[in-house]
């Protein structure tokens, strides 16, 4: 897609193609060995990688924050894995059968291995807690040790289940069996669900795709089999980090889909440059050199765009963006190093067969048409773009975080099922919305929680209070209105200002979302400015401008708007929702909107470096800037098409999952790729392009100077092919010498207006 050096002949960086096309060389010559490597990856990534479900962890909360270290303390106190909460319902609760049957399945479950407690209505002090206001169900709530297995956990499950046996003491009663522990085996079992369903309904549709744009199933297919091969590095991957850190299992979908999207993307230039290459007359082994030199360097920068986007994650302390930021870092470099080491091999064993392009690209088609029609009125397409795009992302001003919880799980879920029958039902033991962790006796928990916390305006009660341990008791405290909305953030605010003297935290959903929300507004700025700087200094050493870079971070942020501005209007507001199979919650889970600000961030970034290092290298030929963006867009518009298009697909087969979650970022990521590669690719850069000219390239002195001494330049000295090559492939003398690069690459271009000072070797 583009070639890459420092200008120095001696800089490290100059060398890099050479290097490049070496490695290439080496993975033809030993692909069988590259081939077993890459297939003992898969294999392991299936067999090891696929139970990095299982030690995944369902909620991390903001790292540090005050939410988190109440959670903390809690479990430090007394230690528990959860609870499994069983509904009994379908007969009456004073009905004696019922009684019988549900207090022998107590007595049996507390003699279990790993069961801590165990708590029903007919014990005393729980009726009311425990029993539906209507006395037509209750409630069984079972308390595991910390430690508690999967297997223990179900021995429990079964038993509570056996109450509804026809057989049993209670005939006709009807159980459900929830509680955060099944919640969290549900969330895990639906996640990877998801993620199998995205893969499986992803990559034929990938495959179609691609036989449409190389017009042959052999080319078609290597993209497919190196998407498939990272899949499995990342698998592997994400292994080792759950190993040593808490990896959310929402990270797993997330990188997944990161790794699908970029290994085909990466693998589909490669196999573009390979067959415009073979398309030159040169045989198999020097188009596989030759790609690597040059599609190879467009595939490492790429990566490390996403990689710098990415690393803005690093600066926030919730253990959630950290994990996301290491995974999908390593997702990356996976993904690269599958593009430059297994696509090479697999071009070794198929290149024969891939055809190559029957005519050149023309210079004059679809897209340059339309740049010239956006020239024309360049002002006034810039500005109804730039309208457009901000009305979309206006929604999102009003955005409300949540923190979803069981609402993640499709309606069919029985843990979700289970929760909402308690907090309709069972008020009394449903989760509070805010509770407050004492370090102190039950006495002084009690005087607080009456002295100060009972008096706080948006309190509407406080639950009795209840010992964790002698020297660390909670206070649940219920709010007025939504349990997460702006009533229950100022009582978490209120709680915090008003602590009685004593040491407390402050907890619960609200809680977590006022942290996650504190988060963002200290440390988002810094994480932006990383990202931000990062993309600047990478566009600069590309372009030798410090116009174009500010610019293209600007038409970033207006794409990225749009992206969290659908995402606003669809799931809080619950636009298509029935068509999408999705209840809304009337917010967005906490952390989606970073992450699809960095992903979709990096993954937009490779398609402006694909457009602009084009048009540049066009400028440098001598083209004016007018022409220079027509035939550059002519020339990448294909290709940033099928790209995009390809990202879409992935990313709308995971959205067809059930996980909440994962709809989310699959949905918002596939707007932002369809949005940045039409509107902003094809229309609003032309525009701005065109209406600064000139002034697109400029740069103080100094900079120019750094520009000149290490900036990257887009192309690599690659060897001309050999005459009898070009004779046979039917080349003008000018392409046989490997000069003028549209020409090398098989591309037809028109007369440059000014003459050339240099020449270049092709583009990818």
């Given at each position: 897609?583009?070639?890459?050096i ?7 960086v100059?060398a890099a193609?050479g ?10 010559r030993?692909r069988?060995w ?11 990534g299936?067999l090891i ?7 995944s962890v369902t909620?991390t909360?903001?790292g540090?924050a005050?939410s988190?270290?109440?959670?903390n303390v809690v479990?430090a106190?007394n230690p528990s894995?959860?609870s499994?909460t069983?509904?009994?319902?379908g007969r009456?609760?004073?009905?004696p059968?019922v009684?019988?049957a ?6 049996d ?8 407690s165990?708590?029903?209505a007919y014990?005393?002090?729980q009726?009311t807690a ?5 006395g037509s169900g209750?409630l069984?709530?079972v308390?595991?040790a ?9 021995a429990?499950?079964?038993r ?5 046996d026809p ?5 006709g009663?009807?159980v459900k069996?929830?509680g955060?522990?099944?919640?969290q085996?549900?969330v895990?079992a639906q996640t990877?669900?998801?993620t199998?369903?995205?893969e499986?309904?992803?990559l034929?549709?990938t495959l179609v795709?691609?036989?449409l ?12 089999i190196?998407a498939?091969?990272?899949v499995?590095?990342?698998?592997l991957?994400?292994?080792g980090f ?5 990896l959310?299992?929402s990270?797993?979908p ?15 230039l490669?196999?573009?440059r390979?067959?415009e290459?073979r398309?030159?007359?040169a045989e198999?082994?020097?188009?596989i050199d030759r790609?690597a030199?040059t599609a190879?360097r467009?595939?490492?920068f790429s ?11 690093f600066?926030?302390?919730s253990?959630v963006f950290?994990?996301?930021a290491a995974?999908?870092v390593s997702?990356?470099?996976i993904?690269v190093l599958?593009?430059?080491t297994?696509v090479p091999a697999?071009l070794?064993?198929?290149g024969?067969r891939i055809?190559?392009p029957k ?7 679809f ?8 020239q024309r009125?360049a002002v006034?397409?810039?500005l109804?773009?730039v309208?457009l795009l901000t009305?979309?992302?206006a ?9 979803t919880?069981?609402?993640a799980?499709?309606t069919?879920?029985?843990g979700r ?12 033991a449903?989760?509070a919305?805010v509770?407050v962790?004492?370090?102190g ?9 009456d002295q100060?916390v009972a008096k706080?305006?948006g309190v509407?009660g ?8 002698p020297?660390?008791s909670?206070?649940?405290?219920l709010?007025h209105g939504d349990?997460q909305g702006?009533a229950a953030k100022?009582?978490?605010e209120?709680l ?16 977590g ?9 200290s ?10 700087v990062g993309?600047?200094?990478?566009l600069?050493l590309?372009?030798?401008?410090v116009?174009m870079?500010v610019?293209?971070l ?5 794409s990225?708007g749009?992206s ?11 636009w ?5 199979g ?9 952390f989606?909107?970073v992450?699809v600000?960095?992903f979709?961030?990096g993954?937009?970034?490779?398609y402006?470096v694909f ?6 290298e066009?400028?440098?030929?001598g083209?004016g800037?007018k ?5 550059g867009?002519q020339q990448s518009g294909?290709?940033i ?5 390809l990202m879409v697909i992935?990313?709308a087969?995971?959205a067809?999952g059930?996980?909440?979650?994962v709809?989310e970022m699959g949905i918002?990521?596939a ?15 032309p525009?701005?392009m065109?209406?600064?000219g000139e ?5 103080p ?21 050999s005459p ?18 549209g020409?090398a690459?098989?591309?037809a271009?028109?007369a ?5 000072l240099a020449?270049p070797a092709?583009t990818?």
């Amino acid at each position: 897609m583009l070639r890459l050096i420092a200008t120095p002949a001696n800089s490290p960086v100059a060398a890099a193609p050479g290097r490049l096309a070496a490695l290439g060389r080496a993975c033809r010559r030993h692909r069988r060995w590259v081939l077993a490597f890459w297939v003992a990856v898969l294999a392991l990534g299936v067999l090891i990688g696929g139970r990095v479900f299982e030690g995944s962890v369902t909620h991390t909360a903001s790292g540090g924050a005050e939410s988190a270290q109440g959670g903390n303390v809690v479990a430090a106190a007394n230690p528990s894995a959860g609870s499994i909460t069983a509904v009994v319902s379908g007969r009456q609760v004073d009905d004696p059968a019922v009684r019988t049957a549900v207090t022998s399945a107590a007595a049996d479950i507390a003699k279990l291995p790993g069961v801590l407690s165990v708590s029903d209505a007919y014990q005393p002090g729980q009726a009311t807690a425990l029993t539906a206001a209507d006395g037509s169900g209750s409630l069984v709530d079972v308390r595991m040790a910390d430690g508690a297995g999967t297997a223990q956990q179900q021995a429990v499950s079964q038993r509570l289940a056996a109450i509804q046996d026809p057989g049993g003491q209670a005939p006709g009663s009807q159980v459900k069996v929830g509680g955060d522990l099944v919640v969290q085996q549900e969330v895990k079992a639906q996640t990877q669900s998801d993620t199998t369903f995205g893969e499986i309904v992803t990559l034929p549709l990938t495959l179609v795709v691609m036989v449409l744009v190389f017009g042959g199933l052999a080319a078609a297919s290597l993209p497919v089999i190196g998407a498939v091969a990272s899949v499995g590095g990342a698998l592997l991957a994400m292994f080792g980090f759950s190993r040593i850190m808490d990896l959310d299992t929402s990270v797993l979908p997330i990188a997944t889909v990161l790794g699908l999207g970029l290994s085909i993307d990466y693998a589909l230039l490669m196999v573009n440059r390979f067959r415009e290459e073979r398309g030159r007359g040169a045989e198999i082994a020097e188009a596989i050199d030759r790609t690597a030199a040059t599609a190879g360097r467009t595939v490492a920068f790429s990566g490390l765009t996403v990689a710098v986007a990415l690393s803005g994650l690093f600066v926030f302390t919730s253990p959630v963006f950290r994990a996301v930021a290491a995974a999908g870092v390593s997702v990356v470099v996976i993904a690269v190093l599958a593009a430059l080491t297994l696509v090479p091999a697999l071009l070794g064993f198929a290149g024969h067969r891939i055809k190559p392009p029957k005519r050149a690209e023309p210079s004059e088609g679809f897209f340059a048409r339309t740049v010239r029609l956006v020239q024309r009125r360049a002002v006034p397409v810039a500005l109804v773009c730039v309208a457009l795009l901000t009305a979309a992302g206006a929604p999102f001003l009003g955005a409300e975080m949540r923190s979803t919880g069981v609402a993640a799980l499709p309606t069919s879920s029985v843990g979700r099922q289970v929760a909402e029958t308690v907090k309709e039902k069972f008020p009394q033991a449903a989760p509070a919305p805010v509770t407050v962790v004492v370090e102190g006796g039950r006495q002084a928990a009690a005087q607080y929680a009456d002295q100060v916390v009972a008096k706080l305006p948006g309190v509407s009660g406080v639950r009795a209070v209840q010992e964790v341990s002698p020297r660390v008791s909670t206070v649940d405290v219920l709010v007025h209105g939504d349990p997460q909305g702006a009533a229950a953030k100022q009582v978490v605010e209120e709680l915090r200002d008003h602590r009685g003297g004593l040491k407390t935290y402050v907890t619960g959903d609200a809680a977590g979302v006022v942290d996650f929300q504190h988060e963002l507004v200290s440390r988002g700025p810094w994480a932006f400015g990383l990202v931000a700087v990062g993309t600047l200094v990478l566009l600069f050493l590309m372009t030798g401008s410090v116009v174009m870079p500010v610019k293209a971070l600007l038409m970033n942020l207006l794409s990225l708007g749009c992206s969290l501005g659908a995402l606003t209007l669809v799931f809080q507001h619950g636009w298509f929702a029935g068509p999408l199979g999705f209840t809304p919650t009337g917010g967005l889970e906490t952390f989606v909107p970073v992450l699809v600000f960095a992903f979709a961030f990096g993954l937009s970034m490779d398609y402006e470096v694909f457009l602009l290092a084009r048009i540049k290298e066009l400028k440098d030929q001598g083209y004016g800037c007018k022409q220079a963006v027509q035939v550059g867009l002519q020339q990448s518009g294909r290709i940033i098409t099928s790209a995009a298009s390809l990202m879409v697909i992935v990313f709308a087969g995971f959205a067809a999952g059930q996980m909440l979650m994962v709809k989310e970022m699959g949905i918002a990521l596939a707007v932002a790729v369809a949005v940045d590669a039409t509107l902003v690719r094809c229309l609003l850069v032309p525009a701005a392009m065109s209406f600064f000219g000139e002034f697109n390239w400029w740069a103080p002195a100094p900079l120019k100077r750094l520009y000149r001494r290490y900036g990257l330049r887009e192309h690599v000295e690659l060897p001309p092919l050999s005459p009898l090559e070009a004779e046979g492939a039917g080349l003008p003398e000018r392409q046989a010498a490997g000069t003028g690069t549209g020409a090398a690459a098989g591309i037809a271009l028109p007369a440059p207006r000014a003459p050339k000072l240099a020449q270049p070797a092709p583009t990818v």
